[in-house]
């Protein structure tokens, strides 16, 4: 029987562990989690000089939710598929293209068309085609979707801090969509539902149809036979080693403080505990709900309500090989409309196979909606039977025997519990900042906290940004006001000199470079608060570059540095 005093010398000899291991960090920062986020994150901490920090990844390759397998000798991503990007994706200054911009970089490999230049076609339940007898319909939905969107714009204007909100549902059918036949109950499903992944009664329309809303008018098919974690991996491709990162290590729980955040994992079998000043959460909202990693102390009420405020949700996948394609496969996608199964029940094919190298005859199937979670609980062997037997309908007799079958375990898998954060009504700015607001040194990232992307990798792109930078932020708010160059600079290249550097203290209000050759009069000025500078076409001579860095008192501080730019050699 353990004894009370036994009990309390247990606890004490954890807080004393739990206080020595911060006086001997393993890093000066932890990032739990090597998803996008994740690796953001790094990089953004890696491009400021801080270079001493270690990733947590419980899976054995860097990509967190962006995971692919191989299947009927290809290999397919069964979490994110698709790089959405702006109309003109070349296009560098608009944030929606950073991924892609990246992807051109990596040479990831996407479809040469984006998703919907093949177009759709759509079948009753007995097989006939009703695609062009639909257009009216869908007409009227996309009319609607304007009208609510003024909707959308009028209460930003009379109400900026969100307070007044309903469900889509609601603000659909005050801007005049009110689905009742069975025509409009599917076409609501593909407009929303299934790249929502939930129904109009669930979210915000405020969210959707409000000052926040993104789209993406160009939606690129990832084909990559390295899959799409590739993407991940050439990214962080400058600091990803051993030395930093620790794949195959599951968190279990995170003990915080204001001075130092500890996680305990468990590595390859191995039970241990890291520890740093610093830490940023970036596991996936489902994680927190099921409260699958444990918080010691337990996070605060207002944080708990955030989260629990989004929705993790399935957009529930499966694919399906045959020996050969018996289906369109000049389509993007198949859409069934079944007034007796309704519109949930399995009303989307994609003939993926069509997309990869040597178009091998694989289907795939994907589900919005409770069905999505069904279906994620359910035997893949019923799925399969499910499959063949609506593929019957329409197909009739040129249907086979299915090969194999694979789908996905996002509703289920403890890492993720849902592949999506959906905002349900009453998320307003604040529940954003709430659950990215920091508990001690333990910061929140993640696509979940990303006021505008929220679903998508661009949101955890950016929020791992946005994360790393507020670290660096209180990183040198302790310390005095100064600059210092990095990576042995600066640097001569020709008739050009360039540096990179970090500053300290703060809030910095202002950063210059000047650079000065002595007794010539010659002066040069550049706002470099970027942390780069580059001055070119420079004449043989001795030079002294300095950087200039202001805080919002106006106190001043100044790092100098001298080099040579050579002359022509002598003959």
Known sequence: ???????????????????????????????????MSGISAARTLYESGETDFIILEQASRVGGRMRSIEFAGTVIDIGPQWLFTSEDPTDTSNPSNILYQFAQQCGLELRPEGLGARGNIIYNRTGADITTSLFPTFGRYAFAEAAALQLGARLDEEDPEGTTDFSVEVGLRLSGWNPRSPEEQLVEYINFDFPVTQTTSFVSFRRRFGRD???????????????????????????????????????????????????????????????????????????????????????????????????????????????????????????????????????????????????????????????????????????????????????????????????????????????????????????????????????????????????????????????????????????????????????????????????????????????RQPGTGFREVEECSSGTVQFTGLDPGIYTLRVIVRDINRDRAVERESFVIPGPAEE
Not at 487 to 500: H, K, M, Q, W, Y
Request: proline share 6%; hydrophobic share 40%; aromatic share 12%.
């Open 213 to 515: 809303r993104r789209t993406f008018p160009i939606i690129h098919v990832v084909t990559d036979q390295r899959g799409y974690a590739y993407l991940a991996e050439c990214i962080g491709q400058e600091f990803l080693n051993t030395s930093r990162l620790r794949l195959n290590t599951r968190v279990s729980a995170i003990q915080y403080s204001d001075e130092c955040v500890c996680a305990t994992a468990q590595e390859n079998g191995v039970t241990r505990q890291y520890c740093a000043p610093y830490a940023i959460h970036t596991f996936a909202l489902g994680t927190l709900q099921f409260e699958a990693v444990q918080f010691e102390p337990p996070l605060p009420e207002s944080k708990v309500f955030a989260f629990n405020l989004q929705q993790p949700s399935v957009f529930q996948k499966a694919w399906i090989v045959f020996n050969e394609s018996f289906w369109d496969t000049n389509v993007d996608f198949i859409i069934i409309l079944d007034p007796i199964l309704g519109r949930e029940y399995f009303p989307v094919f994609w003939p993926i196979g069509a997309s990869y190298p040597g178009n091998p005859p694989i289907l795939e199937v994907l589900l919005s909606g409770e069905t999505s979670l069904s279906v994620g609980l359910q035997d893949p062997k019923i799925t399969q039977g499910q499959i063949v037997e609506i593929l019957g309908r329409i197909y009739g007799d040129s249907v086979t025997e299915p090969v194999d079958i694979f789908q996905h375990d996002y509703a289920t898998n403890p890492y993720f519990y849902g592949n999506l954060e959906t905002s349900t009504v009453g998320v307003t700015r604040q529940t954003f900042a709430e659950y990215a607001a920091p508990v001690g040194r333990l910061y929140f990232s993640g696509a979940g906290t990303h006021v505008t992307n929220t679903s998508n990798l661009q949101g955890a792109y950016y929020s791992g940004i946005d994360t790393a930078n507020a670290i660096l932020e209180d990183m040198r708010e302790g310390l005095p006001l100064g600059a210092e160059f990095i990576n042995d600079t600066p640097r001569v290249v020709g008739d050009s000199v360039e540096a990179e550097f970090v500053t300290t203290g703060g809030p910095i209000a202002s950063v210059f470079c000047t650079l």
């Open 1 to 35: 029987m353990v004894t009370l005093s036994a009990l309390l010398l247990f606890v004490a000899a954890i807080a004393a562990a739990y206080g020595q291991s911060c006086e001997n960090p393993d890093a000066q920062v932890l990032i739990l989690g090597a998803g």
